[in-house]
């Protein structure tokens, strides 16, 4: 069971935005090369009553590489915006149970909140996890990486499920930046640490 933090009290749209960002450990910040925001591909929209949120971008980088970063769930917070800490508290197989301690500066606030990830691991290409927070919807998402030539294509695919409020063209804003910026950094940390890949035909 996930452990929530207390907020402080900002009510009305400022809420929905604030929680969405905080479910993505998203954070405000500079997107730096090597793989910077014009590389990342996102689209946003709503299916039903669910939300959601897809990015891609192809890298500069071996297949074994990226995996290795995208599974370092203890490494999280030394380059993913928001994330304070980041443990793995269970793994049994590729089961595996990670909490997080993020925080979202908004204004003049600064927003703590615990959040617990059950990731399922599909070696070498794929991860599955739903976040779970206190009395807020959870956010299910995958990641696949696919060979491709002269490197390797991640995808990320979000859902975030019934119970949130319609969004507007704010909170529709506010949380693009914030994908761009979470997958912008996991995509920069997986070419800084990589091989390049031999070519894929």
Known sequence: MSRCLPLMPIRGRS???TLLLLLLSAAAGSLASPADAAAVSVDFERRGEAVVI????QLNSSA???WRVLTDY???GDFIPGVISSRVVDRRGTTVTVEQSEELALWLLRMPLRVTYAIREFPP????????????PPLESSYVLTPVAF???L????????????LGRIEQGALRRGVISQF????NEIERRGTPAARVD
């Open 15 to 17: 809420v929905v935005m």
């Open 64 to 66: 074994e590489t990226a």
């Open 54 to 57: 897809e990015a891609s971008t």
């Open 125 to 136: 290409n794929r991860v599955q996890s739903r976040a779970t927070i206190s009395m807020l």
């Open 184 to 187: 912008t950094a996991l995509a």
């Open 74 to 76: 203890d490494r999280y």
């Open 155 to 166: 995808e990320y695919v979000g859902r975030i499920g019934p119970g949130w409020l319609l």
């Open 151 to 153: 490197g390797v294509r």
